[in-house]
């Protein structure tokens, strides 16, 4: 009776693991560390299904739209308006300027979740008056469904705390009141285009096309290092030559050898592809690299 309850017990893991390898092949999160925390996420949804582990892995190979739900457990969204307002400050105050000239500004929101950042770059741009709001095309992307739904309707509960860096005045101005909460603007909801988007794969990736900055903030940190070298080799080729790359305060990719450049900011660091790109070539939906002849 012992023997069979630890053979159990030891399939349990190795199923657990399993699944743990799909999700990371398939989007880059890495709980084969901490396969505790994924059981904790997908307990209720297995329970539901009256599946174990490997039932449940086989349940997604044959039903891929699964995958949208288990994306639904495993992510995490919470974010608010306004999040980390030095590199705002930055991209108003400093890129802007340097796009002055060009007549389409295009900037990618990576993981954006229920649409607060992307929102904020735009009533940020609005505010700067540096270049027309007009001329600015936001690709917002996540590969939540369920997170994009919320985003593409621009509504927050007035008492969510995506507000609670809000100034009162940029509430006023962006926003009006709307039931029990507050709804986006059209003038700047209409610079979005929210898709989703899963950034291991490398169709989604050229979907979006060539872009002057991207922010991608508080996702890194899900991965190993593996997947991180992987997602900013495909951010460095969609990256314009002297384009711009945020990550989140806690993220860095200094000392990965990357053809980044580091900018260090009074309160803020971010990153700029040099003007020059010899090596780089964004080929058909593929990541290949020229060679020099």
Same mark, same amino acid.
């Given at each position: 009776?012992?023997?069979?309850? &630890?053979?159990?017990?030891?399939?349990?893991? %190795?199923?657990?693991?399993? +699944?743990?390898?799909? =999700?990371?092949?398939?989007?880059?999160?890495?709980?084969?560390?901490?396969?505790?925390?994924?059981?904790? /996420?997908?307990?209720?949804? +297995?329970?539901?299904?009256?599946? #174990?582990?490997?039932?449940?892995?086989?349940?997604?190979?044959?039903?891929?739209?699964?995958?949208?739900?288990?994306?639904?457990?495993?992510?995490?969204?919470?974010?608010? !308006?306004? @999040?980390?307002? #030095?590199?705002?400050?930055?991209?108003?105050?400093?890129?802007?300027?340097?796009?002055?000239?060009?007549?389409?500004?295009?900037?990618?929101? &990576? &993981?954006?979740?229920? *649409?607060?950042?992307?929102?904020?770059?735009?009533?940020? =741009?609005?505010?700067?008056?540096? $270049?027309?709001?007009?001329? %600015?095309?936001?690709?917002?992307?996540?590969?939540? /469904?369920?997170?994009?739904?919320?985003?593409?309707?621009?509504?927050?509960? /007035?008492?969510?705390?995506?507000?609670?860096?809000?100034? @009162?005045?940029?509430?006023? /101005?962006?926003?009006?009141?709307?039931?029990?909460?507050?709804?986006?603007? #059209?003038?700047?909801?209409?610079?979005?285009?929210?898709?989703?988007?899963?950034?291991?794969?490398?169709?989604?990736?050229?979907? $979006?096309?060539? %872009?002057?900055?991207?922010?991608?903030?508080? %996702?890194?940190?899900? !991965?190993?290092?593996?997947?991180?070298?992987?997602?900013?080799?495909?951010?460095?080729?969609?990256?314009?030559?002297?384009?711009?790359?945020?990550?989140?305060?806690?993220?860095?990719?200094?000392?990965?050898?990357?053809?980044?450049?580091?900018?260090?900011?009074?309160?803020?660091?971010?990153?700029?592809?040099?003007?020059?790109?010899?090596?780089?070539?964004?080929? *058909?939906?593929?990541?290949?690299?020229?060679?020099?002849?």
């Amino acid at each position: 009776m012992k023997m069979e309850f &630890a053979n159990e017990i030891r399939d349990h893991d %190795v199923r657990l693991k399993e +699944l743990g390898q799909m =999700i990371y092949d398939y989007c880059g999160l890495n709980y084969l560390d901490n396969p505790s925390s994924l059981a904790s /996420k997908v307990s209720k949804r +297995l329970s539901a299904l009256h599946m #174990s582990y490997g039932e449940y892995a086989e349940f997604l190979k044959r039903n891929p739209q699964e995958w949208d739900h288990l994306v639904e457990l495993i992510t995490n969204n919470e974010t608010y !308006f306004f @999040r980390e307002e #030095s590199q705002l400050h930055e991209l108003s105050n400093v890129i802007l300027p340097q796009f002055r000239n060009k007549t389409c500004i295009r900037i990618w929101s &990576a &993981a954006c979740s229920t *649409g607060e950042e992307p929102y904020s770059l735009a009533m940020t =741009i609005a505010e700067s008056g540096m $270049v027309p709001l007009e001329s %600015v095309h936001i690709t917002a992307t996540d590969i939540n /469904k369920k997170v994009l739904q919320i985003a593409r309707r621009g509504w927050y509960h /007035k008492n969510s705390l995506c507000f609670r860096r809000t100034p @009162r005045e940029m509430l006023d /101005k962006y926003f009006f009141p709307q039931d029990e909460g507050f709804q986006i603007k #059209s003038f700047i909801k209409d610079r979005i285009d929210f898709r989703q988007s899963n950034l291991l794969n490398d169709e989604d990736m050229a979907a $979006v096309g060539k %872009v002057d900055v991207i922010f991608c903030r508080n %996702v890194l940190i899900y !991965f190993d290092s593996a997947t991180t070298r992987r997602v900013i080799s495909k951010f460095y080729h969609l990256l314009n030559p002297g384009g711009f790359l945020f990550l989140g305060h806690a993220e860095t990719i200094t000392g990965m050898n990357t053809d980044f450049e580091t900018i260090h900011a009074h309160a803020a660091f971010y990153y700029r592809k040099r003007n020059t790109d010899p090596e780089g070539c964004h080929v *058909g939906g593929t990541f290949t690299t020229r060679r020099r002849s």
